[in-house]
């Protein structure tokens, strides 16, 4: 009997590893290997024609105490990340909360929010590269209201934020996601709040807002690491230089240059394991400190 | 009272809601008032907001005196292999992680979850040198071979949805002499096939609007995709000519049309993906 059961046992563990065996494939050749190459790169001099060089910590010294235009980076990405991202959730946030009352032709209306969201980033790149033109769309607006608009993409101190309302036009994907949350809320505390005389601001900050925290928790994590690791769209608005004299330089763009111009590739891939420590930090920064401020029903505050 | 109340409460929902609708859709007319500009009105630089003139004829300049037309074609090339290769794999592999009890498997699925938390950055330079060591740089087959292992965040949603069938029906199955191979392509794909189609959506986003990829791997022009050579028009041959606005918004429009059609014919089933997706990572 005893002898059956293993050999079904072994059976089963035969056809799991031969199901699995593409994904292990693709894992070792496309995931493993790379990661290997990448860190043992990251400590070598390499322009892929002549042979690698050893050269131990040089590349990450050299990018944190010399690299002027890598520290402009580093901060750029970090200052689009977090400014694309608040911008995006306090917009979402206001939208989300008029979705969810009970209106006509509010569903028509949830699907066209969310369209823009799903255009190519090209193509959006394209669009606006046109909207922040001296004599484009935005400052045509903002004339008509009086307002001399500044040149958004030539100016170092408009570039990022440029960037950054760029990145409202995909507010449909997070609107969505927070929508879906404030369903999930149970009318019971909506029922009572009323009950209890709360007026609808009181309601929206002692109730959606805390119950809807996991959720913007969540979208907020994956918003910075997306942002993080912008590439497109700065290579496309400023036509790969990250220019004005490097005002828009992202760290993957930097990384692309140092690669893929330069041949740099041992010093691309120091870049890329900065950015890979960068998120791991910003994830377990954010996942260790959400149960001061996330909270779950099924929790109990000690 | 309380009804003048809702009356004010609705009329300022409306108002914002109607607000933000012209904000977001008022850049999408300039987008169609810029594609139908004339020559002279790009070289002027003097684009209206709202559509002024109707040069439907750039529309066929795009497709007779341009290579927007081979690039679509290479795009859908991509996209289509590219989805091939994650509904087939990823469905196989996920059957996989679903239905067998094997030593290590809790450990291979952990390390699969964490593969999702590895930034793309890492492994793309490593990669380039791989496909150049395959002699496959300037091909597509750099964007299209590593659908054929499956993609980790399909292979986890999959296992979601197949463990969700009974394993009665496998039990069946198995009586009746089938065997694995046979129950994962003639019984649970068939029944999975909503998320397979959420799959298949997802997949052709990502590939259709891909430009990183096509960027590092392709150099000659006849092998771009559309997004890729929609860049390229903004790179005039000389430093300072005014690159074609009018034909790269009609571009910009032929690549963002098939991907709005996706995703209001395929709501439903990405919509249904996602909540699945979020209930499970609870």
Known sequence: ?302 | MIRNNNLLERTVSYLFLIIVAVVLLMPFLYMISIALSSDKTVAENAFTILPGEFVFSNIVKILTETQVSRYFFNSLIICLSAMVGQILVSSFVAYGFARFRARGKNIVFMLLLATMMIPAEVTMIPQFLIFRELKMIDTLFPMIIPNFFGGAFNIFLLRQSIMRIPYAFDEAAIVEGASYPRIWANMILPMIKPILVAIGIFTFSWNWGWFTGPLIYLSSSTKFPLALGLYFFTETSNKGAIPPWNLIMVTSLILALPMLLVYALGQKYVYSANIGAGSTLK
């Open chain 1, 1 to 302: 009997m005893l002898k059956v059961v293993s050999k079904v046992r072994l059976r089963e563990n035969i056809w799991f590893w031969i199901f699995i065996s593409p994904w292990i494939i693709g894992l070792c050749v496309f995931t493993l290997g790379p990661l290997i190459i990448s860190i043992i790169m990251s400590f070598a001099e390499w322009d892929i024609f002549n042979p690698p060089k050893y050269i131990g910590f040089k590349n990450y010294v050299d990018l944190i105490q010399k690299d002027t235009i890598f520290i402009k980076a580093v901060k750029n990405t970090i200052f689009y990340a977090l400014a694309s991202n608040v911008l995006t959730m306090t917009g979402s946030l206001g939208i989300a909360y008029f979705l969810n009352k009970p209106l006509k032709g509010i569903s028509v209306y949830r699907i066209l929010i969310y369209l823009p969201s799903v255009i190519p980033v090209v193509a959006i790149a394209m669009l606006f590269r046109r909207v922040f033109s001296p004599n484009g769309f935005l400052n045509t607006v903002l004339g008509f209201l009086g307002i001399d608009g500044p040149v958004w993409l030539l100016n170092p101190d408009t570039v990022l934020w440029a960037l950054a309302i760029m990145s409202l036009w995909g507010i449909g994907g997070s609107t969505i996601l927070l929508l879906a949350g404030m369903k999930g809320i149970p009318v019971e505390l909506y029922e009572a709040a009323q009950i209890d005389g709360a007026n609808p601001f009181k309601t929206y900050f002692k109730i959606t807002l805390p119950m809807l925290s996991p959720v913007i928790f969540f979208n907020m994590i994956m918003g910075l690491i997306a942002g993080l690791q912008t590439f497109g769209q700065v290579y496309i608005m400023t036509q790969g230089l990250g220019g004005p004299d490097n005002a828009s330089m992202m760290i993957v763009l930097h990384l692309y240059n140092h690669a893929f111009k330069y041949f740099n590739m041992g010093y691309a891939s120091g870049i890329a394991w900065i950015l890979f420590a960068m998120i791991m930090a910003l994830t377990l920064i954010v996942f260790k400190s959400s149960s001061m401020w996330v909270y779950y029903e099924s929790e109990v505050k000690r």
